[in-house]
Every structure is written in C-alpha cells, then in structure tokens.
C-alpha cells in the first residue's frame, strides 16, 4: 500500500513539473518607448542664439574698368580663422519647413559686418520620433552692412549647408550645423596716384569663401 502510495505521488510531481513547463505568464511587461518631440508644433515662432566658428578657403578679388572694358581677377590669402555671434527668429509653415530672419555680427578677415539674412530650412523625419535628432537642409541669402572705412557700407553674403537638431532634455533644443559661406565686400576705392579713375568707372569687389560650423540653441 506505501508502495502504491509513493507511485501516485511520483506520477503527481511529474504532471506538476510539466505543466509549470508549458505555462506561459498571461502578462508580459512591455519595453517603455518614449517620442521626443523635435518640432513643438504648439509654438509657431521660436527664437534662436548662437555662432559660428568659420575658417577661411580663399579670397578672389575682381575690379572691374568700364572705361577700359577689361577685367581683372586675383586671388588673396586671407587671415584663416574668424567666427560669428547669431541671434534669430524662425516661423514654422509645417512639420518640414521653417522660414526667418537672422542676424548678429561676423568677425572675418576682410571686415566686420552685421549680417540681415533670410533662412529657409527643410527638416526631414516625422516631428515625433523615437530618437533624439532630426536632420535638416538650410540656405541664407541676404545683405551684410560692413563696419569698416575701408569698404562700402553694404556687402552681401550667401550660405548653404546641413544640421542636426537634437534634445539634450525634453524641451532643450539644440541645432548643430555645417556648410559653405561666401561673403561679398566692395572696398572703396584709391583715389591716390597718376592714374585717377572715377569710382563709378571702377567696380571693386571681393568675394571671400568660408566653411562654418556652428551651434544654436532655441530660448524660446
């Protein structure tokens, strides 16, 4: 009889063991995911400071004789290293693109100048996404007001380049950014020498090639 009782238990512990084998838990705890908002869809105007770090490529010089009729081009080693102080205003028209205003001052080889620039950027992604970056497209067009005696009071400048946007917390934005400048200067003209010409026969300027990286950061 103890026996028989010691198999049933046996044949119980087994049929226990198996059966704890093929449970599966009714609740599974799921992995958290989080979506980092990049874009702020409730705020349509967001405000931006920041600067760039700019190294010089080149510099060509053209002067143009009307009286003449002939051209002449150079190019100038200028001094590498410059940078700028930005301050802006961007108004989103959707998820993708940002349009605004930028200005602040430029410290390069061939002047000081207050840039007065237009943005346009493209940023690419869904404005929620599951990581803490967004890549964008941007281009700047606009005039540039040189503080120099030496040039013209008004110049113009152009750029075009790429960035990321990043959160560093849930509302702290960030835009890295890299590209290409050019900046247009019209130095006034000598009127010392043999070989006076009027300024308005002469068209002076100089166009100066700039690679940038920078930093913006939106306070508002």
Known sequence: MKKLMMLLVLISM???????QNYIPKYKRKKEVRDYDLAKP??????????????????????KYSQQGYTTKYDVDPDILGGSVLVGAQYKLGDHVATGLETGVLFQDNG????????????YGKPTMQQRYRWFNYVHLGPQFYMSRRAKAVG????????????LKKSVRFDLFTGYQINMRRPEINQ????DLPDNC????????????GLKMYIF
């Open 112 to 123: 000081y100048a207050m840039p007065l620039y237009g943005t346009f950027n493209y940023y």
């Open 42 to 63: 409730d705020r349509k105007l967001e405000i931006s400071f920041g600067g760039s770090f700019n190294l010089a490529m080149g510099q060509l010089d053209r002067i």
């Open 156 to 167: 113009a400048m152009a750029g075009v380049g790429g960035g990321l946007r990043f959160l």
């Open 192 to 195: 010392a020498g043999a070989y």
């Open 202 to 213: 002469v068209d002076f300027k100089q166009y100066m090639h700039v690679f940038q990286i």
């Open 14 to 20: 087994c049929g226990t063991m198996a059966h704890s």
